[in-house]
Structure formats: C-alpha cells, structure tokens
C-alpha cells in the first residue's frame, strides 16, 4: 500500500471516531446500561484472563466469573435491599417532621435576621427559601427512587446488563485483535502504547472506583449505625457511591449524616462525632484503600479535576460526573505519548 | 469418546498451539506452560502482506515481533538478515527507552505475533520467575551475537 494512502486511510479513521464521539453525545439517553456493562466487564476481565491462563477457552473463565459475580452481588441485594426499602419507607413517613423542624429553625431564623437587617422583611427572602425546601422534600426527593428505577428498569438490571456483560466479555478482545490488524504497520507501535495506556488508566480507575466505593459505603453505614443516626443504609449507600466523584464526593456523605444527625438528636455534640468518624473514614480511605487498589494515581491536577467534573455533568448528566475523570485522564495519556514520539522524530 | 469431547468443550486449542508455537522460541526457552500461556493471551496477531514495511529505522522500539509464518527481511548498514518462521526480531524493545536499528519489510505474507513491551513487564511484575527466564535468554542472545 501506498504511504499517502495510509496515511488518508488514518485521517478516514480519526473521522470516524469524532464520528462516533458526537453519535454517542446525541444517544446519551440510553448509554447507562452498556456504561454499567462496561465497568463491570472491566472490573472482573482480569480473573477471565487468570482462569485462561490455565488452559481453558474463554467461555469457561466468563461462566465461572459471572456465576460468581452474580451470586455476590444476588445475596448482598438479599442482605441489603429489604432494610433498605424499610428505611425508605420510614423517611417518606417523617420527611414532613423534617420539614416542620425546618422550618420552624428557619422561622427562628428569620426573625433574628429582620430584627438585624430590617429591609430584608421587604423581599420575604426566608419564604422563598422555606417554599423550594418545601417542594424539595415533598416532590423531587420522593422522586428519587422513581428516578432510580427509571433510568434502572427491572428489564435493564435483569437482562439487558447482564448479557451486555457477557458479550463485552466475549468480544472485547477479539475486536481490539481485530482492529489491531487492520491498523497501519506504520503506527502500530505508538497505536498499541496508546491501547494500553488507556486500557491501564481505565482498569485501575474503575477496579479503585468500586472497591473504595464499596469500602467507604460499608464503613459509613457501620459508623453511623454505632452513633445511633436514623437512616444509616441510605446514607451509606449514598455516601459510598458519592465517594466515586472526586473531590467534592466525600462531602456529600458528611453533610446529609450532619443534617440527620443535629435534627435527630438536637445536640452539636452528635455533629462533632459524625465530623470525626468521617475524618476518620477519609484518613483509612486515602492511606489504606487508595494506595492499595489504585496504585499510581491518575495524576490530574484539582482545578482540571472540577473542570472535567463539571462538563462531564453538563454533557452526559450523572455518568458523566462518574467518568469525567478517567476519560481526561486517558486524553492526557494520550496527548503526552504522542507529543514524546512528535519530538523524538523532529 | 466422551473424554475427547469434553475436552474440546473446555480447552481452548488454538491457545494449546500457541503455547506449543512459542515454547520453541529460543526467547521463551525453559518457561513452564503457565507462563507460556499468560504470553499466549497477550500477542496481538497481525497479518503483513508482501512488500509491506513492518518498521523503520530509528523507531521507538516497543514491540517484539515473532514470525508465526511467512519471512521477513531486516536489512541496515550492519545487518542483513532474514528471519524465517518460528524466529523472532526487534527484541531490543525488551529494554526502555530504545530505537529499532533497521528497516524491516516482509518479504512474503506473513502472520506475526506483536508482544508490547509493557503487558511483558506486567507479566515479569506477576510472574517474577518468568521474567528472570527471558531475561536470562535475552542476555545470552546478545552475548552470543556480540
């Protein structure tokens, strides 16, 4: 083959991939079960390759990896979801309590104020924020398990995630083989550092993700069942999923534990342990766990971290807070690796 | 009967002869079969046509090509060798941060098996006594040629 040629067919190929790009921006309405797919074959590809490694065909290492995977994940739902629902349950009931000590501390609130500042009592500034708390709690946040359920279908969790698994599991490899040997000889060594670069950044990412994810939800519920908090499994599980979004993902825990908390037990006293336990959670996180399962850090600096975050946000809503960073992360990855071999050639 | 078929339903045979390919490469030379096969899973397969350039010299060297079938031509100032089926070229990727010496086109279609350096180093990381294997071969490999 011609070199002009190949080098026409390289640019077809960077087309197709923006492509691509903008096709999945247009689609992102139905990206969360094949994102969910993919963590997962990420996360448990590695054991496939182990039990291969040993001499059987694919398909033995991935029934044997998904019948475990699923039964692990089958009884923790067992263990889990019932005490769960009983607390979503016992939320919707004292929600309205919650509001009404709400309000009457911003009542309190209120008057001192417009003792102080009394141009404020004009503008009615203390009932706005009362009437959007207000619908808050009674419409958006019993919202939330319909959303959940919405963008989680019964038909998505039971089937469709689970076979997507499979064939990414399947295919996952014989296709990057494939493409690997319709890519021209000439780039094939910087294409496949490329390949693998991505490949290390992605699997470290998702693999650390969901084991601190799972560490921090687990520790909370434990801490915040020992202080006696009302609603401990939500805000675990809450807790622990936030933990995923960096830098602002361990707050959220702290303070949805710090509102239950001083509401529940009328005390600052009860604010100054949770502060503690979770201080003590983040200091296990980031000098046991992190070190642990994530290794070399993906090295982005804070303001390009919350930059990510936020765009990821804007464009792709909740999945794109969760994969902000690791898809920055292989950009730079990338952009590095072919800016060394740019200089090394000239 | 059923034992013959058994078989067939769990071993993956094409791996069986890759593992069989490579345990005669003077490379992988003493590794035991668990090793050989960790190697197996990683090679990328890629087919070069006749006349096509495989690399060229100066290079960042970061993959060792092995010649499963056909024959390709290395060709420098230095060098001028070819490398038949079952033998190998541009092991210098083995070691960081080097370039390929020379040019390298296929002489006829070829099938080569593509081992990046890095998912090697993840193996010898995992496999310590694997990676001290190779490396022992891969120093006598040079030592013979020097």
Known sequence: ???????????????????????????????????????????????????????????????????????????FLIVFIPPLIAEIEKFKVSASDYYAYFASYLDIIKSKIEVAVPAIKHYNIADIVVGKIHSFIFSKAQQIPTYIMSVF????????????????????????????????????ETILSVIYEINSVLGKFIRGQLIEAFFVGIISVIFLSVLGVNFALIIGAIAGFANMVPC??????????????????????????????YAIIQFLDNNFVQPFVIGRSLNLGSIATI???????????????????????????????????????? | MIKELLRNLFID???????????????????????????????????????????????????????????????????????????????ISLIENHRHSCETIALKDSELYLIYRAKFEDIAESDNKAGLIIMKNLASIFTNRA
């Not at chain 1, 792709?316 to 807070?321: D, E, L, R």
């Not at chain 2, 005669?24 to 050989?36: A, M, N, P, Q």
């Open chain 1, 1 to 75: 083959m011609l070199e002009s040629s190949k080098n026409r067919i390289f640019i077809i190929a960077v087309l197709i991939f923006l492509a691509i790009c903008l096709f999945l921006y247009f689609a992102r309405g139905i990206l969360a079960p094949f994102f969910i797919a993919a963590f997962i074959a990420y996360l448990i590809s590695p054991l496939v390759l182990k039990i291969q490694s040993y001499g059987y065909k694919r398909w033995v290492g991935i029934a044997i990896i998904v019948i475990i995977f699923l039964s692990a994940v089958a009884a």
């Open chain 1, 153 to 188: 279908s019964i038909f998505s969790i039971l089937v469709l995630i689970p076979m997507l698994i499979i064939f990414m599991l399947f295919g996952g490899n014989k296709s990057i083989n494939k493409a690997v040997n319709f890519l021209p000889s000439k780039y094939i």
């Open chain 1, 248 to 277: 602002l993902g361990p707050f959220v825990g702290l303070f949805l534990a710090l509102i239950v908390g001083i509401i529940q037990f009328q005390t600052f006293m009860i604010a100054i342990k949770i502060v503690v336990a």
């Open chain 1, 307 to 346: 930059f990510a975050l936020l765009a990821g946000g804007q464009i792709f809503g909740f999945f794109g807070i969760i994969f902000a960073v690791p898809v920055m992360a292989i950009f730079k990855t990338t952009f590095i690796m072919l800016v060394h071999k740019y200089r090394r050639l000239y």
């Open chain 2, 13 to 91: 045979a094409v791996l069986k002869a890759d593992i069989d390919f490579l345990r005669k490469i003077v490379l992988f030379k003493g590794l035991s079969e668990r090793s050989l096969a960790k190697i197996a899973l990683i090679v990328f397969k890629k087919t070069y046509l006749a006349g096509e350039k495989i690399y060229e010299p100066n290079q960042d060297a970061n993959v060792v090509y092995i010649v499963k079938s056909g024959q390709v031509k290395l060709n420098s100032e230095n060098i001028n060798k070819i490398v038949d089926s079952g033998d190998f070229f541009g092991e």
